[in-house]
């Protein structure tokens, strides 16, 4: 093990509870998650055809000229209709709240294997049903007429909500592209983390958890899958339903693969000289990302679509706006709590307290009678939990994951540790952070072919002038890698 650190603190003291309540309380988030889903799917969604016959309808049922805005569509539970729940407002009036109620002969599915829209059956407007004279009126001179009517229907409800700030052009590009740092830099920052983790106590570098990331992301793709094809739950719906039993099952699959790595490869490894352990791993990195090409396929795996809903965070008076969505939110929030959890385990816990013991100096820790080995597998293995939140992350926000990615996304992370200085776990979080805002403005304004260049690039120039990053040791010692 890694002694002879010296007394003046453990090499990544930080703040978070014992792995064993974080993975509870992660868990327990995952079935929230999941339950929340589920509950949501048990409602009737929106059949298109129905939708656009209803907003044509509402057209016709207004004064001309009224700016008709739909607020919500709330489908019946049979699948025969849907109400509109719309704002109306005449010039120079305030809006109205208007609810429309349209039933039709055919149900959803079948509508769609008509060749014309839904059939009209009853329409409710404001509380008054119309008269079936004023239904026939209605879709003789209106609503049959097709395209030409339809033209003239009220969009539907956005899944993006709200406006946002209003700002300047640069002002709306500005929030963008923060917001494109943030998501990326926590994707690095945790990660980087998790090197944190292992290299504080053995310090030496284990390359593999970028891989066991990829691992854990087809862990959630599949989950998707199987939710979508098993439970009959469709669209926006059911992958979220499926992106929440993603959450409890990646860190299950990456966790206990990561454990078995550290039993069988990492702990052995730890007191070896040279270059056994970064040499031990690129080569799992390779044997991983193989077996995951046998076992799943070359091609990349996609998620159904459906992670549309978000939230408007600024608009220029263009109307081009600044957005985040629900999935991106989350896995940002997601992230960076993982990452903070982390640090207050090493910094108030038992396994705190034996983590910070065996990265000072482990020969002495062992004479009090910590158990080093467990100590190290335990880190392995939460480590290989928040790279499976990373997979979570990668699927959620991005929609795809392939075999191939592990090994570049965990050079990225590996750069952030070191840009923070791989021996602080505050130094992990800062690096990717910064990481992810260097990557944002690269592609904002300089041409993206050569991002990865300048990162790996500035790596080395970070070599060079402050091997020891950002809040590490200014000018180490040698270090085992």
Not at 96 to 124: Q, Y
Not at 152 to 160: G, V, Y
Not at 258 to 269: I, N, S
Request: with cysteine; aromatic share 6%.
């Amino acid at each position: 093990m890694a002694g002879g650190r010296g007394r003046g603190g453990s090499p990544c003291g930080s703040p978070g509870g014992s792995p064993g309540g974080l993975v509870v309380r992660l868990r327990a988030l995952g079935l929230v998650l999941l339950t929340a889903s589920l509950v949501a799917a048990c409602g009737a969604r929106v059949d298109p055809g129905q939708s656009l016959v209803c907003r044509t309808a509402i057209v016709a049922l207004h004064p001309e000229g009224a700016r008709l805005d739909i607020a919500r569509e709330i489908p019946d539970a049979d699948g025969l209709g849907l109400t509109l729940v719309h704002d109306a407002a005449l010039p120079g009036e305030p809006p109205r709240r208007v609810r429309t109620s349209c039933r039709f002969a055919n149900a959803a599915d079948d509508s769609l294997a008509e060749s014309g829209p839904p059939t009209l059956t009853t329409v409710v407007h404001d509380g008054v049903a119309l008269s079936p004279t004023a239904l026939f009126l209605l879709d003789r001179y209106w609503t049959g007429r097709g395209p030409l009517a339809a033209g003239a229907a009220p969009a539907r409800p956005t899944a993006l909500a709200g406006t946002g700030l209003a700002l300047s052009h640069g002002g709306v590009h500005a929030v963008q592209v923060a917001t494109a740092a943030v998501t990326t830099g926590s994707l690095y920052a945790l990660l980087a983390v998790a090197y944190c983790l292992v290299y504080g106590l053995v310090g030496r570098v284990f390359l593999a958890f970028g891989e066991i990331a990829i691992v854990g992301g087809y862990a959630v793709a599949i989950a998707v899958g199987v939710v979508l094809a098993a439970s009959g739950i469709a669209g926006e719906v059911g992958v979220y339903a499926g992106l929440g039993l993603g959450l409890v099952l990646a860190p299950l699959v990456a966790g206990s693969l990561a454990r078995m790595l550290a039993q069988g490869v990492v702990a052995p490894l730890a007191h070896r000289p040279g270059y056994a352990m970064i040499v031990a791993s690129f080569g799992l990195v390779i044997a991983l990302s193989e077996g995951l090409r046998l076992l799943q396929g070359g091609s990349e795996v996609w998620i159904a679509p459906g992670r549309v809903r978000g939230l408007v965070l600024a608009t220029n008076p263009d109307g081009a706006t600044a957005t985040i969505t629900l999935t991106q939110g989350v896995a940002i929030a997601l992230a960076l709590a993982g990452a903070l959890a982390a640090m207050l385990l090493v910094a108030r816990t038992r396994f705190g307290r034996a983590w910070r013991a065996v990265a000072d100096d482990a020969h002495a820790a062992a004479l009090m009678g910590v158990d080093a080995r467990a100590t190290l597998v335990t880190a392995v293995t939460l480590a290989g939990a928040l790279a499976a939140f990373a997979g979570w992350f990668v699927v959620a926000h991005y929609g795809n994951i392939s075999f191939a990615g592990g090994l570049l996304l965990g050079l990225k992370a590996l750069v952030a540790a070191i840009l923070g200085g791989i021996g602080s776990l505050p130094g992990a979080l800062l690096g990717g952070l910064l990481l992810g805002l260097g990557e944002s403005l690269w592609s904002a304004f300089l041409p993206g072919a050569y991002r990865d260049v300048a990162v790996f690039g500035a790596l080395a120039l970070l070599l060079a002038l402050r091997p020891g990053g950002l809040l590490g040791d200014a000018h180490p010692g040698h270090q085992r890698v």
